[in-house]
C-alpha cells in the first residue's frame, strides 16, 4: 500500500501561481510513477501530468502545457506540481496518484490515490 496526502490548494486569483505537494508513505516511493489528475465540477477526473519513477520523463495534458511542472523529490518522498498562470478553467479538486511503472505515461489507470485538494481560481 502507498499512502498519499496532497497539500498546497487554495483560492487564487487568475494569473498567479500554486504548488500542490503530494507526500507519500508506505512503500518505496522512488518504485512508483507519479501522477496529477484534476476533477472539475460536472466533469469526469483526467490526468493532467504525469512523471517516471526516475524524473527524467514526464507527461503534460495540453491544457496544462507550458505553465505546470511535475516534479519528485525521492529523497522527501514528495511529489510537487507547479502552477504558474492559473486561470479560472483550472478551478478542480487535484489528485495525486500513484501506479506501478507500466503502460504509456499518459495511462489514466492508476492504484492508489490521494484525498484530494481544492484549486480555486477566480477571474
Known amino acids: 500500500q502507498v499512502q498519499l496526502v496532497e497539500s498546497g490548494g487554495g483560492l487564487v486569483q487568475a494569473g498567479d501561481s500554486l504548488r500542490l505537494s503530494c507526500a507519500a508513505s508506505g512503500r518505496t516511493f522512488s518504485n512508483y510513477r507519479m501522477g496529477w489528475f484534476r476533477q472539475a465540477p460536472g466533469k469526469e477526473r483526467e490526468l493532467v501530468a504525469a512523471i517516471s519513477t526516475s524524473g527524467g520523463v514526464t507527461y503534460y495534458a495540453g491544457s496544462v502545457q507550458g505553465r505546470f511542472t511535475i516534479s519528485r523529490d525521492d529523497v522527501k518522498n514528495t511529489m510537487y506540481f507547479q502552477m504558474n498562470g492559473l486561470k479560472p478553467e483550472d478551478t478542480a479538486v487535484y489528485y495525486c496518484?500513484?501506479?506501478?511503472?507500466?503502460?504509456?505515461?499518459?495511462?489514466?489507470?492508476?492504484?492508489?490515490w490521494g484525498q484530494g485538494t481544492q484549486v480555486t481560481v477566480s477571474s
Open positions: 496518484a500513484a501506479k506501478w511503472p507500466l503502460g504509456p505515461m499518459k495511462a489514466p489507470n492508476y492504484d492508489y
